[in-house]
């Protein structure tokens, strides 16, 4: 393995920026890597080895002729194929999709060209990011590369797992009830998801559109702030997105320093349900937080109980509309066209055979939840629950800067040993779905593996809205403790792939 | 197939019919509602198309703000009451031509709400006002444009398959829904059309639509139900769809209501449903019954931020509110001391704003009425085009005017200098230079001309002379031929009996 | 006592134009109705007076200047498409419903 995969982006912008190595060859060793271990992974769907390379050479050109580049220019990056992206395929992890070039760019993909941040392809996912193991792919699973026969978390599982795999040192995802948190879990990275509307999620395909969120991930927590400033920020195309300077980030990552800071410990997260290893491993970081100066209390949210409730009605709801539009007829997947059938049959076939179960399942549900003489006990309640949740975040964040919970309640669990458990893989976001409910920022961080099952185990930090500086401020204190303790990054101790 | 109907007055002898009129009108915005594509009528297929009214995967709307201000404009204009706050909410339901199987409009939450149009209606009893409360009006957005292929018909029963362009799809709809129009009585297709015309000089005057019927840039839908009494409760209603010309709005109420009538006298039940208006039959057939009516699972759109307009922007949009049509008229009508016929005449030929600015230029009332309902609608529509898109401006008339009141010009010249005008020969000096056509003031020529009359025809004299005046058109009329319609017809009849010794 | 039958699968399926097999209705039925049931413990909250939450962000009026932007090529536009004819969208026969 090239020495260069091994590093992280801060490591490798400082390199390329003292001209000691080239875009191109930073790149090359990434998709060499790629070529080595994906196989085994299946991180990606789609390997751009000509657009990576030719964007990394304009990098260096860029570089060469003395213009002023982004501080990750020339650093390589997965790319969740949820995002759209112009002449790239864009599958959703879908059938329906499997053939569909997008004529246009995702904002933030507009912005990491802009940033110089090479796009070695798209990686792997949930269809249509429902899941949380990426066993839902059309195209097959993702493998987590701590056991090759676990699930690298999902929606996505690609994202994190080319983290883990050293295929890149950047990747991007999206978060709707816990998709680049539970994944970074899982497979011991740093993933976060933004406030609400401090991403736009213009060019993202819709799952559930109050609750997604496009999000950095990463390897360590600066690198995460260093992806998260350049993808933030309001953008014109996504009236949701919030009009407001991007918190500092990066000034918070670099900075780690907690002392005097209240944390609090999530009653309702935690406890029954959650792996011996994972409660252990969260209460010695919680003990670590407390040694660098931080006031530990306890804090009850109740109405956190029926966030996962909540999350399972609006979020069918939700998508049972955004994923209308996959009917055959402008773009995608047709089925059943011979000349004998109504435009009615053949979108009804199309979408039969272009949605896989899980997606069905949840289209159907939201189709329920929203249907005349249900709306106001399925929809309608599972809104009002979305306030008394935020309220108790509100009332939680007037007493502490910051809440903290487990991630996930387990480690990476064996692939197939949930699916045909539909209730078994939701209870998976239980400890993440709440702050997509109220809109807020959240960052999963690895703090040690279970002892158990020597797997990687995720702490959640949790902020009040536009205050995602204050993940990174935390994160990066608890992240140099831990290293500091470990030796080594915790990536280190995972056995070769 | 046509149904069977009965006679009008039998329908009004037993029944009390019931409407409510939804039309939906397309912005003048110059781009789309929820993105940045043109909304110009008439481009090749699929032109004014982007991921976002084409309903891409991962495209977003963007609220256009002067759909939102015309929305708010025409609920100002329609004396509705404007939300503090209101959302958007997705329609759901599946159709080829809409892009995204969910429509964005509003649902529970209106922009405009509980207003009302007064509209005049002839009846026996003299012209009376008639007021038509309006339910709300909401902003949404138009589907795209399917054509029916193969087949005989180019319906879209019998036809083999359809083709789709999305330029329309996205462009910002207003829908105005009346509440139910109740004690209209026999005069029900009157007032249909009358509000229809109303409304549609209203959406004029306010700048924020063509609103052209034909085109569809207004789309009207008609709703009818028939009771026995005003007192009993409503009947069921059929819903005929897109009755697209005025005329249409009143035959199309005038049909449903005999229709209606037949089927409830012959002991059936009128089916709540769907149904289209045929303009060449005059008739309307079922289209998509009710029954199983689509459950549209509406739901507050996460996608678009709700909208909560300032109590001082809706101020600042009323008080720049162009004035009433109707108030309007009322006040030139009475300014101009015209008859309900005249001002009728100028209504209906659309020339109204025309002649306001013609008097503006300094034009008389009467020559402005006279220029624009005779000759000019006469070669406007020789050439069919409107009276306005001729190019004779009000400056060109009252420079008419005023070279006629001199007695520069006549009317018969003043014709010829704008047949020069519109054959592009310049503006009105430019013509009269080109053409020569001064009036000749010089009496010189004009008495020569007066003597060669006389001696051609020597009898004339002697009858004018006799007192007979009428006798003296012949002659100015020959004195006109002969300086090729270049005198002052006034004065050759004077200076003929001076001639001759008479008096008036 | 099951929420969902098999008809109300099949009433969904039409709603969300899914063609799907009847030997698989009574599989989708019991797999819905196990979902419904966990989450309609929502109804156990009390929710008097609560308001009911659309959007995570309070913003209100975001709008756009009515300026034209980039619109795509009729090209760009159908190459998506799965079946295109005259620089238009070709789809199946529309009826109606009978
Ligand atoms: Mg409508
Ligand atoms: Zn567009």
Redesign the interface.
Known sequence: MSELVRKDASELSALLSAGEVSAVEVTQAHLDRITQVDGAIHAFLHIDTEGALQAASVVDSKRAAGETVGSLAGVPLGLKDILATKGLPTTVGSKMLENWIPPYDATVVTRLREAGIVILGKTNMDEFAMGSSTEHSAFGPTHNPWDLERIPGGSGGGSSACLAAFEAPLAIGTDTGGSIRQPAAVTGTVGVKPTYGGVSRYGAVALASSLDQIGPCARTVLDTALLHEVIAGFDPMDQTSINAPVPAVVAAAKRGDIKGMKIGVVRELGGEGYQAGVRQRFDEAVVILESLGAEIVEVSCPSFDYALAAYYLILPSECSSNLAKFDGIRFGLRVGDDGSRSVEQVMSQTRAAGFGDEVIRRIMLGTYALSAGYYDAYYGQAQKIRTLVAQDFAKAFSQVDVLISPTAPTTAFKIGEKLDDPMAMYLNDIATIPVNLAGLPGMSLPIGLAPEDNLPVGMQIMAPAMADDRLYNVGAALERALVAQWGAPILNSMAGV | MSEAVISYDEVLEQFDPVMGLEVHVELG???KMF????TEFGA????????VC???????????????ESAIRIGLALNCKIAE?C?FA?K?Y???DM????QTSQYDEPICYDGYLDVDIDTDEGRKTFRVNIERAHMEEDTGK????GGATGR??G????????NRAGIPLIEIVTKPIEGAGKYAPEVAKAYVAALRDILRNLGVSDVKMEQGSLRCDVNLSLRRTPQDELGIRSETKNVNSLRSVERAVRYEMTRHAARLLAGERVIQETRHWHEDTGVTTS???KS?AE?Y????E????????SREWVEQLRAALPENPAVRRARMQELWNLSDIDMQTLINAELLDLVEEAVAAGVSVDAARKWYTGELSRVANEREVDVAELGITPAMLARIEELISTGALNDKLARQVLEGILAGEGDVDGVIASRGLAVVSDDGPLLEAIKDALAADPSVAETIASGKLQAAGSVVGAVMKATRGQADAARVRELLLEHLGVSE | MSAISRDDVVHLAHLARIDIPSDQLDHYASQLDAILEAVATVSAVDTDNVVPMSHPVPSTNVFREDVPGQSLTANEALAGAPAVEDDRFRVPRILDEE
């Open positions: 915005t110059r781009t993105c940045g594509c043109s090749e297929p699929n032109t004014h198309v982007c991921p084409l309903g891409l995967p991962g495209a977003l709307p963007a609220l256009n703000k002067i759909g939102v706050w959302r997705r759901n599946f159709y080829p892009p995204k199987n969910f399917n054509t029916h292929m879209i029963h036809a083999d398959y359809s083709l789709v362009d999305y289209g998509r019954s199983d459950d699972r509406y739901f507050p996460p996608d678009l931020v709700p909208i909560a307009p």
